[in-house]
């Protein structure tokens, strides 16, 4: 096996003690940075990057692996403990991984995100190791109606996160998807419920919606049960280790979670985003118990943390076999080959085999540094929660800020941070669930690009989507999740039971 | 004695005019990217900060990054913070002067002070190689026939690619609204959709197109240089017969109203960076033409590109504003706003039909006080974060919060709280600014004359 001898080879070359050195260096700084609130994993690596500059190549990307990985893992962090998420892909993370820490399970949520990264990260690793060209060529047949019927998928797929009044679960998508509409149309120049403020015409970062509606929302709340209310955040409970119990739960979250997540990674515009929807929804669809869902499922938790990974992962394929960087964190990337003279893309694998192997092979040894650094430490960021409710809250909205400053650095962005977080404390009195607002928020936009793309280039027919054998197939998917519950309950009155369709 | 005078007058002038190479020009410069970290002004700030910080032109040369609507968030604070600012400069390119066109910006870049212009790639057409189009009178053909069949893919609507695929329709005698142009959020995005065959014909810069076009799997139907650049083996546009020529050029601005001598001294600086041979370096390792132009050539350079960016935006969107441009236009903001109206008054009738029905109130009593008292800490926080700067500001809002949180208070905890407060902003203060060099606000007030000449940059953090 060809592959195989060549990973060997970029082994050799990367497994050496100075460079495990730099593994483990690359990993602190990676969620040290991570952690804090509002810089999600491309901003870590944009941040970082210039430290890995004075490195020859292979130490160079052996450190920026590490900073890539613990960049994510250092996001996922803060999403389930306190509930401000980095990036929209950890928005999924901390929907269950913060109530399981609110219930005193931060330790196994933290767990089950690390190890779920790294067998997730592994085996996307492994994937792209394998099979990186046939994926590449197979991805780009996806079009801008596939996308559409993919994000359409997202939005059926979630929509079991609605909560459990729909017309609740609608209230809050739509105005996820009315935020999404802010901002200038990129297609025509328009600038749409702006109202005139330049800071607007760029849309509201996702960001900025999730850590409003989730922490700042809910410092809000908490505020509203001072005295009122006996101790909602129970530090910690029982073993911070997961026990047997969550293993036998995380186990098959994270392989498909992986499943899930790598294809779409390698999806040239397929985003990290959906991958974690898709499992967070098939996940609370396979449950023992789906009652657990929205109390601080580890399901909820393992799965859309191994999506999110693999879909890291899967991002390397475009990048690597065609130079095509389909992330923000894939286009930081690129500058960091360039800075080395390298051109991602076909020829890369025989111009300079050895770098892309070493790079691989970095990706292998950073993963493993992950846990190495993290699992040890998941009791010490568990104790984060165990700091006294005033500073909790206090240092939670001091970090909320300033997250939402260095996005763009604009003090406009804090206000907005505060309007979304005095809609989310208004959402969480009358008991609308948040999660819907941020997928819409997320999603709407997406959709809205691929729709307009596909008919731009369709010259206006909308025939195309299902004209187009896998756009068709993913409609028809769709439809399927939309239409099984009601055909189900219609064909038997008996009550809901555990259903194994597959989704995606 | 008489001798002596040449060299005390050399000595004076040198003291009196700053523009003399062998001292450092400036102590603090700041050179703002109208964008992200990581992107292609990003990437020219960062070398040209380099560069004049090894050459000594400056002692501290900030990178300032102020991302957002294509640089035209950027430009607006650059120009809005007016004449103060003399030690700053802008970076600046064809994609923002596309942008405050397209997107009717108020501000525009003549309101800054033009410097000079640095670099440029040149455009290419390409298409997949499956494709029968092989030359660019053929594609010209194709496009005639029918222009709204004709896919283009490239770039965000208002770019480069956009308007070059305006100015090819406007010399092939086509109105250029016609053009069906597919714009997407990235290269990565468009190139993809090239590959898979999803538009008809591609532009792009030719850096991204380049390894497809090694490999086959694209093929290059014509260049918008003036003649076949070195090394790249690809017709002009004019070669194909069509009179057009572009370049995404990337250059740097002063503030507006910048006096004559702030002028030459910026452009002098900007001027030995981009002759040094550290800058050709960064230039040939990057695969950057040099295009250096400055004073009145770069001035009717920027002129010219202006009326010229300004007639095919004009025209590529229509005489009506928001003619229809794109399928779908209307579609999905009508839908999300008219279903958002919907499940909002549905929501409002049921929730006052409930309480109708069951008239005991629903909502549980709430401490009004402390959500009142953490809110008053967030508008404080938002209010003195731009006079009082980052550090004062943020223990104010952590000291308000944890006392609204606390519900027991004696003095040593309020001295503690304060201990905690001030410690951990400084913390956070120091990751961020000294730790990251994202820059958080320190505060107008403390800004005195002196003080301010220390500390450029203030009016970037707005």
């Known amino acids: ?346 020829l890369l694998f025989t111009r300079d085999a050895e770098l892309v192997w070493g790079l691989i092979a970095s990706l292998y040894i950073g993963n493993v540094m992950l846990l190495v650094l993290n699992l040890p430490l998941v009791g010490v960021w568990v104790r984060l929660l165990a700091i006294p409710r005033p500073f909790l809250h206090a240092g939670i909205l001091v970090l909320a800020s300033v997250g939402a400053y260095s996005v763009n650095r604009s003090i406009f962005d804090i206000g907005l941070l505060y309007a979304i977080g005095g809609a989310g404390y208004l959402m969480r009195c009358r008991e609308i669930p948040l999660a819907p607002a941020v997928i819409g928020a997320i999603l709407g936009p997406m959709a809205e690009q691929h729709l307009r793309r596909a008919l731009a280039a369709a010259e206006g027919s909308w025939m195309i989507f299902l004209t187009r054998p896998i756009s068709a197939t993913v409609l028809l998917v769709a439809a399927g999740i939309a239409l099984l519950p009601v055909v189900a309950r219609r064909w038997s009155s008996a009550p809901r039971e555990r259903r194994t369709q597959p989704s995606g | 004695m008489l001798c002596r005078w040449p060299a005390l007058f050399v000595l004076l002038s040198a003291l009196s005019s700053p523009s003399v190479a062998a001292q450092p020009l400036d102590a603090h410069l700041v050179i703002v990217a109208p964008a992200a970290p990581g992107g292609g002004w990003d990437q020219t700030a960062r070398a040209l900060q380099q560069v004049i910080e090894r050459h000594g032109l400056a002692r501290i040369v900030e990178v300032q990054n102020v991302p957002g609507a294509a640089g035209t968030i950027g430009l607006a604070q650059f120009v809005n913070a007016g004449g103060g600012n003399t030690r700053s400069l802008l970076i600046t390119g064809l994609v923002m002067l596309g942008a405050t066109l397209w997107n009717d910006s108020p501000v525009s870049i003549a309101q800054a002070t033009p410097i000079a212009r640095l670099t440029g790639e040149y455009e290419v057409i390409a298409v997949p190689a499956a ?49 069906n142009y597919v714009a997407f959020s990235g290269g990565g995005e468009a190139v993809a959709a090239l590959l898979g065959g999803h538009v008809a014909a591609g532009i792009s810069g030719y850096s991204e197109f380049a390894p497809h076009l090694q490999s086959g799997r694209l093929r290059a139907i014509a260049i918008s240089s003036p003649s076949r650049p070195p090394g790249i083996n690809v017709a002009t546009i004019r070669e194909g017969g069509l009179n057009v020529e572009m370049v995404n050029w990337r250059g740097v601005l002063g503030v507006s109203g910048l006096s004559n001598d702030d002028r030459a001294r910026l452009t002098t600086l900007v001027s030995q960076a981009a002759h040094s041979p550290e800058w050709q370096k960064v230039l040939l390792e990057r695969e950057w033409s040099d295009l250096y132009l400055d004073g009145a050539a770069f001035d009717d350079y920027l002129a010219a590109e202006r009326t010229r960016v300004g007639r095919i935006v004009a025209r590529l969107r229509g005489p009506a504003r928001g003619a229809p441009i794109v399928a779908g236009q209307r579609l999905v903001p009508i839908a999300v706003l008219g279903g958002a109206a919907v499940v909002f008054g549905a929501l409002v009738v049921t929730q006052a039909r409930n309480r109708r029905r069951f008239p005991a109130p629903s909502s549980p009593v709430r401490n009004r006080g402390a959500v009142i008292a953490v809110a008053l800490g967030l508008v404080m926080f938002l209010v003195l974060l731009q006079p009082l700067g980052f550090i004062a500001a943020a223990s104010g809002l952590f000291v308000m919060t944890a006392n609204a949180f606390a519900t027991l208070r004696s003095r040593r905890q309020q001295l503690w709280t304060i201990a905690v407060a001030v410690v951990f902003i400084w913390l956070v203060h120091l990751a961020f600014t000294d730790g990251l060099n994202l820059p958080l606000p320190h505060g107008t007030w403390f800004d005195s004359p002196v003080l301010g000449s220390l500390t450029t940059g203030r009016a970037w953090t707005r």
């Open chain 2, 131 to 179: 494709s029968p189009i092989g030359e660019l009178h053929q594609l010209i053909d194709v496009f005639r026939r029918r222009p709204e069949a004709f896919a283009w893919g490239g770039g965000s609507a208002g770019g480069t690619d956009h308007i070059l695929a305006g100015l090819i329709a406007e010399a092939a005698g086509v109105d250029p609204r016609r053009v």
């Open chain 1, 1 to 346: 096996m060809d592959a195989l001898s060549a990973l060997v080879e970029g082994f050799r070359v990367a497994l050496t003690p100075i460079n495990l050195l730099w593994a483990l260096a690359g990993v602190t700084l990676g969620t040290i940075v991570g952690v804090l609130p509002g810089i999600g994993p491309a901003l870590t690596v944009a941040l970082l990057l210039p430290v890995t500059f004075s490195l020859p190549p292979i130490e160079a990307f052996i450190m920026f692996a590490g900073i890539y990985y613990g960049g994510m893992y250092g996001g996922s962090t803060t999403a389930i403990l306190l509930n401000t998420p980095g990036e929209s892909a950890s928005v999924m993370t901390a929907v269950e991984g913060h109530l399981m820490a609110r219930a005193g399970r931060g330790g196994s949520a933290l767990a089950t995100a690390a190890i779920g990264s790294f067998v997730a990260g592994t085996l996307a690793t492994a994937a792209l190791t394998f099979s990186a060209p046939v994926m590449a060529n197979a991805a780009l047949r996806f079009g801008p109606a596939e996308y559409f019927a993919l994000t359409l998928l997202a939005f059926v797929a979630v929509s079991s996160a609605l909560g459990d009044s729909t017309m609740k679960g609608l209230a809050s998508l739509f105005f996820g998807l009315v935020l999404g509409l802010v901002g200038i149309d990129p297609l025509t120049g328009e600038a749409r419920l702006s109202f005139g403020i330049p800071q607007l015409l760029d849309g509201i970062d996702v960001v900025i919606v999730a850590v409003g509606l989730f922490a700042v929302g809910e410092s809000l709340f908490a505020a509203s049960s001072i005295g009122l209310d006996p101790e909602s955040v129970i530090p910690l409970r029982g073993s911070i280790w997961m026990t047997r119990e969550d293993w036998s739960r995380s186990w098959r979250p994270w392989l498909r979670g992986t499943a899930l997540g790598f294809p779409a990674g390698v999806l040239p515009a397929g985003g990290s985003e959906i991958p974690t929807f898709l499992s967070y929804a098939l996940e609370r669809r396979l449950a023992r118990d789906p009652k657990g869902f929205g109390n601080g499922a580890i399901e909820g938790v393992a799965g859309p943390e191994a999506a999110n990974n693999a879909a890291a992962a899967g991002t390397l394929v475009p990048l690597l076999t065609l130079g095509l960087p389909t992330s923000a964190t894939a286009a930081i990337m690129l500058a960091a080959f360039q800075q080395y003279g390298l051109q991602p893309g076909p």
